[in-house]
């Protein structure tokens, strides 16, 4: 039996994928390559010395998924399959209610169709908007403010629908707060496409020299120093709470939700400081006005998980800020530089289904 990894090839899946992997799942991995490039999942297979089968596909398209449910045993699904950028659903909100809503759909259609009824989902801290209290628990009023954070919302309530017409799914549903760092090794990580939107990966090319300075969006929040708050947690650590997740909705049926964070806020200012000490890099900034739609504060209550799924964040923010630095430095541009020298034999994203192993 396999999981089938969805946006398998992402920044938080390539992660996910190592973890399971080194816990001895076999794992298949879904992704059209949108936001991620193959060579992401060569470096998967080298770091862990594993092989699995991935195919080039778009959840979109329920032919293509049907082929890979019959062609693999597969108990449980992984989701991550998504788009993430919050301006971009602003702009062309049909294209991530179609992606994501729609993928989802098409996605649950073909599991119960193949009786699979294992889901961890990819939500996000997104879905409360601006929290009336810090910490942030689960049970928090859901009040969403962008077109991205609807989508996540939307397939929560779907996710529990479906629950309710049929007890025998299990649904695990994990609010991310802020993923940041990467694998050790420095050969997987995250790698934006164009200019980040992001703290962490706008901060990294600052000093990797890609970029000239930090904007800093807004110093006259009621914080700290004045710069916005949030929950950063390394993506270890959450590829983990996955792995955790996966446990728990193996053994028992129904819908989880989770926060998966460290339950500790810090600010822009004191993320640049870190940076700055663990990478020896300076990160000039300026400060700008607030970025619309930002919120001041934001971090996690992790006690439900910390309980239920048995998983605490052990990684702090030098780590995290290291962890960053060290990939960035030895992967200037991504993924994108290492295509030419690479040994993969997976082939190029043109091609419409490709399965490799
Ligand atoms: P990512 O963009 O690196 O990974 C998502 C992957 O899904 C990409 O490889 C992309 O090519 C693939 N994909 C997108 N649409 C697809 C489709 N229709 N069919 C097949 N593949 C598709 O993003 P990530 O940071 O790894 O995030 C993974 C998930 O976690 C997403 O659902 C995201 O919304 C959620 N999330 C991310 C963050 C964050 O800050 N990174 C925070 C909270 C939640
Ligand atoms: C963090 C802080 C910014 C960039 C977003 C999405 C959310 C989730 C994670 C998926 C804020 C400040 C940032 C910069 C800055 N994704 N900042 N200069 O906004 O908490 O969350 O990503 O679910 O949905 O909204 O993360 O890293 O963009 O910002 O000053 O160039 O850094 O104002 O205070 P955010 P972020």
Redesign the pocket.
């Known amino acids: 039996m396999a999981v089938l990894i969805t946006g398998g090839a992402g920044y938080i899946g390539t992660h996910t994928c190592v973890e399971l992997l080194n816990d001895g799942y076999e794992i298949i991995v879904v992704d059209n390559f949108s936001n991620s490039q193959p060579e992401s999942l060569r470096r998967v297979k080298e770091l862990t010395g594993r092989e699995f089968k991935t195919y080039a596909i778009d959840l979109l398209d329920a032919q293509s998924l049907e082929r890979v449910f019959t062609e693999n045993l597969i108990s449980s699904v992984v989701h991550f399959a998504g788009l993430?950028a919050?301006g971009e659903s602003v702009a062309d909100p049909l294209w991530y209610y179609r992606n994501n809503v729609i993928g989802t759909i098409i996605l649950c259609e073909v599991m119960k169709k193949f009786q699979v009824k294992n889901i961890v989902f990819s939500s996000?801290?997104?879905v409360y908007g601006q929290p009336d209290q810090v910490p942030i628990r689960e049970n928090a009023l859901l009040k969403t403010t962008?077109p991205?954070?609807r989508t996540?919302h939307m397939i929560e309530e779907i996710l529990r629908d479906l629950y309710i017409s049929d007890s025998s799914w299990s649904v695990a549903l994990l609010r991310?707060f802020?993923?940041i760092g990467a694998h050790k090794s420095g050969m997987i990580g995250e790698s934006p496409k164009g200019i980040?939107?992001?703290?962490?990966p706008?901060i990294s090319q600052v000093a990797v020299g890609s970029l000239d300075e930090?904007?800093?969006?807004?110093n006259d929040y009621e914080t700290k120093d004045g710069?916005?708050?949030?929950d950063y947690i390394h993506v270890v650590d959450l590829a983990i709470g996955h792995v955790r997740a996966l446990e728990k909705i193996e053994s028992s049926d129904g819908v989880h939700t989770y926060n998966l964070g460290t339950g500790k806020g810090y600010s822009?200012l004191e993320?640049v400081d870190t940076f700055e000490e663990t990478s020896g890099k300076s990160i000039p900034y300026t400060i700008l006005g607030?970025?619309p739609?930002?919120?001041p504060i934001?971090f996690a209550e992790t006690t439900k998980a910390n309980v239920e799924l048995g998983w605490r964040a052990e990684r702090g923010i030098d780590e995290m800020c290291e962890d960053t630095w060290r990939w960035q430095s030895l992967n200037p541009n991504g993924y994108e530089q290492s295509n030419t020298e690479s040994e993969t034999s997976v082939p190029s994203k043109a091609a419409d289904f490709f399965v490799t192993k």
């Open positions: 993430k919050v996000s801290a997104t962008n991205y954070g996540k991310y802020n993923p980040p939107n992001n703290l962490l706008y930090l904007r800093v969006f807004g710069t916005g708050v949030r822009v993320m607030r970025r739609g930002d919120i934001c």
